[in-house]
């Protein structure tokens, strides 16, 4: 009897703080109707906002809501939301909210055609866009588990991986690089820089000349925002001298003498007349890539702007630089990620054709 008698007291005083917690809040609505932002009061129900300041509050939240996920995975959402969308106008199905049977049709349909990885992506994109408009959708549910379990086992979870470019291979393209052009001058930084502080595509160009630091020992770079580390703590990553031809210290500094690049971004666009332009895209490295890989007589698809990183990585463990050091530089979140690229370089650092007597 006693703990209902609490358990019914508590229930009052509830109800109690609740309705002076309403009390509060319109006698600051009305003495504030021509105050301009939200407005905020402390009532024994918590902080609460007015009702003038939920409009404003509920477009900030949002704001921040969307700061969640990189630029790059919301725009990736955007474009699987509308395709989904399409997809379900075409076969006269509710979108939002979907049942089970609906989205596993839809990752059926395409199976065939796009990876397991990329049904995937489509899979949270639409979970996301469930939860943001307060649905649940429930991705375990047979209709769609099963589809994507059947996907994976008949055509497998195996990634394309674009080759390393290991320092051999990157001396091959530095070598289509002429003196005394800019373009060129830039291409043989952007490698160089890229490949010494294996950077990823977008850290490569988020580079700002503020966030580059010359000393005799080398560069001194700051990350600001990257892959891994989303709330932009920022990392530090240094490039010492090697006082060689291609040294990336001495070609960032000939690059930014000749581009005289003072504030703003390192890297951008060279057009044929050498004028330099905004800001390069992540796309853009790859670009750079493909084109040096083909002047230089290799398959320019099997490279990306991602096989610079890897191949810093994979030639590391060639030259059987240890495990953490290499994840120094290449600041990777998974081991087992960086593993594969130590592995590989294992692989031809043990010959063991030749060990075994063949």
């Not at 349909?109 to 649940?136: C, F, K, M, N, Q």
């Not at 047979?142 to 470019?165: E, F, K, S, Y």
């Amino acid at each position: 009897m006693g703990e209902i008698s609490e358990a019914g007291d508590f229930g009052t005083r509830a109800a109690k703080n609740a309705a002076i917690a309403e009390d509060v809040v319109a006698e600051v609505a009305r003495r504030s109707r021509e105050a301009r932002g939200p407005v905020l009061a402390v009532t024994p129900a918590g902080v609460v906002a007015t009702p003038d300041g939920l409009a404003a509050l509920a477009e900030r939240a949002k704001g921040y809501a969307e700061g969640a996920r990189a630029q790059s995975t919301r725009t990736a959402y955007r474009g699987d939301w509308r395709r989904y969308e399409g997809w379900c106008a075409g076969h006269g199905l509710a979108a939002l909210p979907a049942e089970p049977m609906t989205v596993g049709l839809y990752l059926a349909d395409a199976a065939e055609t796009y990876a397991p990885a990329t049904l995937t992506r489509w899979l949270s994109a639409i979970s996301v866009a469930h939860t943001l408009a307060g649905h649940h959708l429930d991705t375990r549910h047979p209709a769609i588990r099963d589809v994507l379990r059947g996907v994976r086992r008949a055509r497998g979870t195996a990634q394309r991986q674009a080759a390393p470019i290991t320092t051999p291979v990157l001396r091959r393209l530095l070598d289509t690089c002429a003196a005394g052009r800019v373009i060129d001058l830039r291409d043989h930084a952007l490698l160089l820089v890229g490949y010494a502080a294996a950077l990823r595509q977008s850290e490569l160009v988020a580079l700002d000349a503020t966030d580059i630091s010359v000393s005799d020992q080398g560069l001194r770079l700051v990350i600001r925002r990257s892959k891994a580390d989303q709330e932009g703590a920022g990392q530090i990553v240094e490039i010492g001298r090697t006082g060689s031809p291609t040294c990336p210290v001495a070609a960032y500094e000939m690059w930014i003498s000749a581009s005289e690049i003072s504030a703003g971004a390192v890297f951008r666009r060279v057009d044929r007349h050498g004028a330099i332009g905004a800001r390069l895209v992540p796309e853009g490295v790859a670009h750079v890539v493909r084109s040096r890989a083909g002047r230089a007589g290799l398959d320019p698809m099997i490279y990306s702007g991602h096989s610079l990183r890897a191949g810093f990585a994979t030639t590391a463990a060639i030259q059987n630089i240890e495990e953490r050091v290499i994840a120094g530089q290449t600041r990777h979140r998974s081991t087992a990620t960086l593993r594969r690229y130590i592995r590989e370089g294992e692989i031809w650092r043990r010959n063991l054709s030749a060990a075994v007597g063949l």
